[in-house]
């Protein structure tokens, strides 16, 4: 779509009238709350096809009154990073942040958190085929006594018989035998549904 390419809009507001939805668009290069931008567009979706019709405004973008958005600099995004990799809380990371006189709001700060975490770690979500996959990879008894593995797994896809999602998996370490009595030795089983 042309208006994701351009990387300088979002949506603005949407009006629903009896030939169709008009959804308009604003210029992202400006605060939200502030002084506007003066190009717009906005996407027309008539009710009688199946078609999208992009109309632009004619005004060019002028960002001179206006106040740009408050991005937060190179520097502050070092200092996170490190921060970060201290393994500190968010509350000890914005302190800190404001104490060295970086003008960063907790939401801003979070949302990048976030961002970092993605980036370093990858997602924080499994998928079930991705978590069968791991389930077959440590299926196999290792060497190590500390090291975890699968004794048992069970995935079935929401076309099987009862048309849900659900995975049941049973690990356990080699050497936990040896710290528990044999009277209260148990293993964990997670069961999600």
Request: proline residues 3%; glycine residues 4%.
């Amino acid at each position: 779509m042309a208006i994701k390419q351009e990387k300088q809009w979002s949506r603005y507001y949407t009006n629903r009238g009896y030939d169709g939805i008009k959804v308009h668009y604003r210029c992202n290069q400006v605060q939200f709350r502030g002084k506007q931008c003066n190009a717009a567009l906005y996407l027309h979706y008539p009710n009688d096809t199946d078609e999208v019709v992009l109309f632009r405004g004619a005004n060019e973008h002028d960002h001179t009154n206006s106040i740009h958005r408050k991005v937060f600099p190179e520097e502050a995004k070092e200092n996170i990073e490190e921060l970060f990799d201290l393994r500190l809380k968010l509350k000890k990371i914005h302190q800190v942040l404001q104490d060295k006189i970086f003008r960063i709001t907790f939401n801003q700060l979070k949302n990048y958190l976030v961002r970092l975490r993605k980036k370093k770690f990858g997602p924080s979500t499994l998928s079930l085929g991705e978590l069968e996959s791991l389930c077959i990879e440590k299926y196999t008894v290792p060497q190590a006594d500390d090291e975890p593995f699968v004794l048992s797994y069970n995935v079935t896809y929401e076309d099987d018989d009862d048309d849900d999602n659900k995975f049941r998996f049973l690990y356990r370490r080699k050497g936990y035998g040896k710290f528990l009595p044999r009277q209260h030795g148990y293993m964990l089983t997670l069961l999600i549904n």
